[in-house]
T-cell receptor, first 113, second 114 residues
Framework: QKEVEQNSGPLSVPEGAIASLNCTYS??????FFWYRQYSGKSPELIMS????GDKEDGRFTAQLNKASQYVSLLIRDSQPSDSATYLC?????????????FGTGTQLKVEL | GAVVSQHPSWVICKSGTSVKIECRSL??????MFWYRQFPKQSLMLMAT?????????EQGVEKDKFLINHASLTLSTLTVTSAHPEDSSFYIC??????????FGQGTRLTVV
């Protein structure tokens, strides 16, 4: 079992729709959760971070965390073609595993006109 | 967000030569920096954790004598790929960590070994 799992996609949504990206993790000791966006040929950029159960909203983005289910998701409202990218889920265990992030393989999102 | 600068953004080198990649945190002090490698259509794979003033911690399967890491100051870490071979061609990305535990990435370095 991979430590962080994501559906590789591609996930295609029409412009203006809600894109839902999902991620599951195996380490119950994980305490910090991040979503990164990576355009082709570029390095990842941080979109959202979430540390406690529930929802966290920032503009068109909402991160959802359910530690009991070991599940974290990212919702993108009013999807735009510029949102087309690969979205990486990352988790961090503060103790034991040091200070390093473990990444999923990413989900490719395509927002179509 | 914090700024991490990585240089060069791309480099082409001959097989057998060494290449140095720099990673700088521009507006904060980073006690920890991370080096990743990413092959096409794959996720980021952590190579090593670089701690200022101490030896780097390498992930399993990463040759420490081939990928030399130096974290000389709180704002600079370098990765040197020694005796590069075509299979070392990849996208190398550094990140720096600052409390809270978020990671900010450099722009990445595209290494091509010919």
């Amino acid at each position: 079992q991979k430590e962080v799992e994501q559906n590789s996609g591609p996930l295609s949504v029409p412009e203006g729709a809600i894109a839902s990206l999902n991620c599951t993790y195996s380490d119950r000791g994980s305490q910090s959760f991040f979503w990164y966006r990576q355009y082709s040929g570029k390095s990842p950029e941080l979109i959202m971070s979430i540390y406690s159960n529930g929802d966290k909203e920032d503009g068109r983005f909402t991160a959802q965390l359910n530690k009991a289910s070991q599940y974290v998701s990212l919702l993108i409202r009013d999807s735009q073609p510029s949102d087309s990218a690969t979205y990486l889920c990352a988790v961090k265990r503060i103790t034991g595993g040091g200070n390093k992030l473990t990444f999923g393989t990413g989900t490719q999102l395509k927002v179509e006109l | 967000g914090a700024v991490v600068s990585q240089h060069p953004s791309w480099v082409i080198c001959k097989s057998g030569t060494s290449v140095k990649i720099e990673c700088r945190s521009l507006d904060f002090q980073a006690t920890t920096m991370f080096w990743y490698r990413q092959f096409p259509k794959q996720s980021l794979m952590l190579m090593a954790t670089s701690n200022e003033g101490s030896k780097a911690t390498y992930e399993q399967g990463v040759e420490k004598d081939k990928f030399l890491i130096n974290h000389a100051s709180l704002t600079l870490s370098t990765l040197t790929v020694t005796s590069a071979h075509p299979e070392d061609s990849s996208f190398y990305i550094c990140s720096a960590s600052t409390p809270p535990v978020e990671a900010f990435f450099g722009q990445g370095t595209r290494l091509t070994v010919v």
